[in-house]
């Protein structure tokens, strides 16, 4: 009885009903997951696929729709050396076919300035509605709330001097992208 078509299995209504709420949660915390990778390897397309059509974002120095935005994001973050995009904790509460979530992040940004390269940090958290449409949970608005901005001095001298250690790359070049690349092993 490997299969669980093979097993006569029966569970509660409350279990199952904890089973789809735990779901729905893995499923848009992934998007926020999604979104943090489509930021730091510059993929519009991946970006897109977080959101639905009618989404619209509100960070400030950007409002308007999901569209307008991909293109804003990937403009402000193509001349950086390098991003990185972290998650921290979430509160996500689903109410049917409708969720809001809280989502705290950590983005470090490596900038180039007059002077010498520049990190410049951000801490904030993502305030966001989800709809689940056609059987798929994607955002249809987030506000990105900031907290805390940092610029120092970029002071990676060890990665600098370090040329054996593997590097990160934006798009394509990237090892996530290159699965083929992985040893099987």
Do not use: C
Not at 108 to 116: A, D, Q, W
Not at 127 to 143: F, I, L, N, P, S
Not at 168 to 176: A, E, K, P, T, V
Request: aromatic share 10%; glycine share 8%; no cysteine.
């Amino acid at each position: 009885m490997n299969n669980i078509e093979d097993a006569d299995v029966k569970i509660s209504r409350a279990v199952y009903e904890q089973l789809v709420l735990t779901a729905a949660k893995q499923e848009i915390f992934e998007l926020s997951a999604t979104y943090m990778r489509a930021l730091d390897r510059l993929d519009a397309e991946l970006m897109k696929s977080v959101y639905h059509p009618d989404a619209t974002f509100e960070i400030g120095i950007y409002s308007g729709d999901g569209d307008g935005f991909t293109a804003f994001a990937m403009e402000a973050l193509g001349p950086h050396e390098r991003n990185h995009h972290m998650l921290g904790q979430a509160n996500i509460d689903v109410e049917g076919d409708v969720a809001f979530g809280e989502i705290y992040f950590q983005a470090f940004h490596r900038v180039h300035e007059e002077g010498g390269d520049q990190d410049f940090v951000v801490l904030g958290r993502y305030v966001d509605r989800y709809e689940k449409r056609g059987g798929a949970w994607k955002m249809t608005h987030r506000t990105e709330l900031f907290d805390f901005s940092q610029e120092l001095p970029a002071s990676d001298h060890w990665l600098s001097s370090s040329p054996e250690v593997p590097r990160g790359f934006r798009g394509s070049n990237d090892l996530s992208s290159q699965r083929n690349q992985i040893p099987l092993n």
